[in-house]
């Protein structure tokens, strides 16, 4: 089951980011740091009703934040849509021990019917350069990678653009 999450589950979520952080980490993806994900972003997050959890069992074991604001980092794209009618994708992840079991595909589904339930053009995200594993993931999904953007704070690598546009 995906829902809105609750704040009396911000400390599950945080855990399951952290382990996902450390598994990136031993795969020498520098994607996510002690920074990033905060639990004061998820607090925002949360109090703007943007953050979804995925449920399994009554456990949390993924997140997921869906926000019309676009980042400032984002104004230097080349977006395929305009810039006022688009849903945002941040903070994607599944807990390591229950990755490769197709949850990461139903939150993404979830995510694209979600946008063109509430009429977005498209869904815009970022990805990290050096996590080839999640651009084929975006790819295969028919997301278009539209160029790069840089989170100083998180790496000195670029973080990859991709859009998908809202089949209505």
Known sequence: MIRLAKETELLEIISITKAC?????????????DDYPSKKTFIKDINRKE???LKINSKPIGCMV??????QEYESINWI??????????????HPIKQGKGYAQKMMDF???????NNYN????????KNIKNQKFYEIRGFKRLGNIYFPK?????????EWLCKK
């Open 66 to 71: 869906l926000t019309p604001v676009m980042d």
């Open 21 to 33: 952080t450390a598994h990136m980490i031993d795969q020498g993806i520098y994607q996510w740091n």
């Open 51 to 53: 953050l979804f959890v």
């Open 154 to 162: 998180q790496s000195e690598f670029p973080f990859y653009c991709y």
């Open 122 to 129: 498209s869904i815009r995200l970022d990805t990290f350069s």
């Open 111 to 117: 995510a694209e019917n979600f946008a063109i339930r």
């Open 81 to 94: 849509t305009k810039n006022n009618n688009s849903l945002y994708i941040h903070r994607l992840a599944i």
